[in-house]
């Protein structure tokens, strides 16, 4: 059978900040304060993350302001429900991630469609979907369907690509896709993150990945996906293996404020 993900995974670039990224996570789990706090931290962490996939469509709220929940903007409420919706979601992510894609944009695209609209794929017109990142039109309802049905695939195959890989393919595909029309962006943010939690990177959802991608040039990298050519996909994994990186450094930041007290 074969393996596109290990394919993509040996691509010039990809295995060094692969590694790199994986190190930084191992790093991490050594840290003191997570043999008591680890929930707290995670918590934090997954607030930090939200504000930062609200940030990438637009709508930068500060930290104080969410604590305080006095944040009323549609996009930010729902990406911080994606956020929190993702510790139940876990367990059917491998078993049926069509129904933890729907359930995702069920959470994060309430008040921004519809709600009939909810959690169902998209099948009006393309001019209807947003494009904050400008990744150009997004393709038709039927191209999707069949990409879609390609990344549910791909999901359910074995692989020996690491789930940095896989998760960066999965966030990339929503990304572009866009396959709701809305709240897309949340719904594939969150997704990688589901990703790395559950193939085994970042099991107790530690990692900041999202604040990562809002310090990187997120849609210049999404861009370069979209290109399709080889260089164009290692230069997006990269990136995502950055995020990563990067999102330790902010985890690594809450772990030392915790010690601190």
């Known amino acids: ?49 939200a504000r930062a996939s609200a940030a ?10 969410l604590r305080r929940d006095e944040a009323h903007d549609p996009l930010v409420q729902g990406a911080l429900r994606a956020s929190a919706e993702m510790g139940r979601l876990g367990a059917t992510w491998r078993k049926a991630p069509r129904q933890v894609l729907a359930r995702l944009h069920v959470v994060a695209a309430a008040g921004l469609t519809p709600q009939e609209e909810l959690g169902r794929p998209r099948s009006g017109d393309v001019d209807d979907v947003p494009d904050p990142l400008s990744l150009g039109p997004a393709p038709s309802a039927a191209d999707t369907a069949t990409r879609m049905d390609g990344l549910f695939d791909l999901l359910e195959r074995p692989t020996k690509a690491p789930a940095i890989v896989l ?30 939690v559950e193939y085994g990177l970042d099991p107790k959802s530690l990692v900041a990945v999202e604040v990562g991608h809002l310090e990187l040039p997120y849609g210049e990298a999404l861009r370069a996906y979209l290109g399709g050519t080889p260089e ?30």
């Open 56 to 65: 990438i469509e637009g709508v930068d709220v500060p930290l104080d302001v």
């Open 167 to 196: 998760a960066a393919v999965v966030h990339a595909e929503l990304a572009v896709l866009r396959p709701f029309g809305a709240a897309d962006g949340v719904v594939a943010r969150s997704a990688e993150r589901l990703t790395l």
């Open 1 to 49: 059978m074969s393996d596109p993900l290990a394919v993509i995974a040996q691509l010039p670039g990809v295995p060094e900040a692969v590694d790199e990224a994986r190190q930084a996570v191992d790093r991490l789990y050594r840290h003191r304060v997570l043999r008591r706090a680890s929930p707290a931290v995670s918590t934090e962490s997954s607030l930090r993350g």
């Open 232 to 261: 164009g996909v290692a230069t997006w994994v990269q990136h995502c293996a950055s995020a990563v990186t990067l999102g330790v450094r902010e985890t690594t930041a809450i772990c030392e404020a915790m010690q601190r007290g």
